[in-house]
């Protein structure tokens, strides 16, 4: 009876260890937005600095997050256009670096002062095809943006909502293509 008893705690303890670990995906949400009750991927993503704009104001650097059907066409070294089908999601961000977004919560601003911690646009183009121009697009009006970075990787969180009063989340992990348009 000892020797049942004690095969049965190993075998307790060891479910209690295995169910404490978790894998990636069970961690980690899926790189996605979602909006009206619906969810979307996101696969890639980039950032186009611009710079201090002025003195005590923030880096200028547009953050975007796309679907993986779309696709960022460049010339030159620069973005020049997009095509494909998808989703695109956009902010316009103000860091307190140069050359990258600080890690930290961004938050909505609608006076557009460009300080640093803050975004002041932003826009969702949901099933945009490019080819035919169409796609539903909704304009932020409130809401953050929380970076996280580990060395060359971000996390980017976002709740805000648009200006019909609809909430838009997201969660996109991964590196992002840097743009000096400087």
Do not use: W
């Not at 796609?135 to 969180?157: A, C, H, M, P, Q």
Request: hydrophobic fraction near 35%; charge should be negative; proline fraction near 3%.
């Amino acid at each position: 009876m000892l020797n049942f008893t004690k095969l049965l705690c190993v075998f307790m303890l060891a479910g209690l260890v295995l169910s404490g670990c978790k894998d990636k995906e069970e961690v980690d949400p899926a790189d996605t937005v979602s909006y009206d009750g619906k969810s979307y991927d996101l696969a890639k993503g980039f950032m186009l600095d611009y710079g201090q704009l002025g003195t005590g104001q923030g880096h200028n650097i547009d953050l975007y997050l796309a679907s993986s059907e779309i696709i960022i066409h460049e010339k030159a070294g620069m973005p020049d256009s997009t095509s494909g089908k998808g989703q695109l999601i956009f902010f316009e961000m103000f860091s307190s670096v140069p050359n990258s977004l600080a890690p930290g919560t961004y938050n909505f601003d609608a006076l557009q002062s460009a300080v640093a911690s803050t975004f002041d646009f932003g826009e969702t183009l949901f099933n945009a095809n490019y080819q035919t121009g169409t796609g539903e697009i909704y304009r932020i009006v409130s809401g953050k943006v929380i970076v996280e970075k580990n060395k060359d990787i971000y996390t980017i969180t976002f709740e805000c909502v648009d200006y019909l009063g609809k909430p838009i989340k997201g969660f996109y992990k991964g590196a992002l293509k840097y743009y000096d348009a400087r």
